[in-house]
């Protein structure tokens, strides 16, 4: 019998991972001691069944705590690439969460991703562009398997910025500042995370190319794959089944190489919104990861998903949890 080894990465969206006393965006939004146990017990139940090789998070603000809380879970490789901010007159108040990666086994590189100077001016904007959230790229070199790079995102969200500077004196219930918020304010968020998606995208094809690393982006997309914003990350690499080019590049939801997505009816919401369902997390992967193409590199590929804390009926976050599901992909070489 051929003995094989299990490799499994994954995604997971903490919701606002603040250690008490520190608050999250307001002075009244933190957590109380039972809330943060509950979380912590939570998480530790989940980063153990899950049992990853590597995971990437997102919505982390204590990042001192989590390294710490992954060390203990065998994840002793732990890199972010930005810190949350402190509200100038209450420090105890933190902005902008960031990205984290954990991992079994040690990086080859860790780093912020930087846009291409080229794709910016390509796309005219090259003015002070900054990520809603940084995105990790790193590097590994997983035994029996090869050189692999990481993309950690998590993009713009669907929140719109307000436009209530731009009409002086306007009440917030203004029905023109409605309008404009879902019509020009719902297009800038768009704008924005397909511009994000569009620096990783081209990256991760250029190191595909350039390198012939396999290659995963993975994290928290905040829209489904099929929309405009997004709909270009995969539109031109469907899954291969016959022989494909060696050169190829491209990125396929892994959802679609893997060997159980059948057991689903259709692909399992990574979140809840008033009731609805959507898909927002994903991990994209490179033609290395199919196990049907014609010289495979696995031996297999299972999709995961895990959902249990998550409650349909709920109309408000249970901070004490996450509002998204954490999704992994588990292959064998």
Known sequence: MVSSTRYCIA???????????????????????????TKIQ?????????????????????????QLLCEDLGLPYFATVATPRPDPIYPNVLFHPVVAIASKVPFRTAQALEPSPELLEYLNNQHHFEFNRTPIKCTFDLPGFGPLSCYAVHFKSQRVHSMAHMLKDSPQDDPLLTLLHQTVGTMQSQISRSLEASIVYYHALKCQREKQHATLVLG???DQLTSPALSF??????????????????????????????????KPPSHYYQGSGNVLDYILASKEFNPNCEQPKIRGLNYLSFDKHLDVTRSDEDIRYSDHAAVAIEFFV
């Open 11 to 37: 995604t997971f969206n903490l919701l606002n991972f603040a250690a008490p006393p520190m608050s999250f965006y307001q002075l009244h939004e933190h957590y109380n001691d039972t809330q943060w146990l």
């Open 42 to 66: 939570f998480l530790t139940g989940l980063i153990e069944h899950i049992n990853p090789t590597i995971i990437a998070f997102q919505e982390v603000f204590s990042i001192q705590t989590l």
């Open 220 to 222: 928290d997309f905040n």
């Open 233 to 266: 990350m995969t539109q031109s690499f469907p899954p291969a089944v016959t022989p494909t080019h060696p050169e190829s590049v491209g990125l396929t939801d892994t959802f679609l190489f893997a060997d159980n997505n059948h057991k689903y009816p259709t």
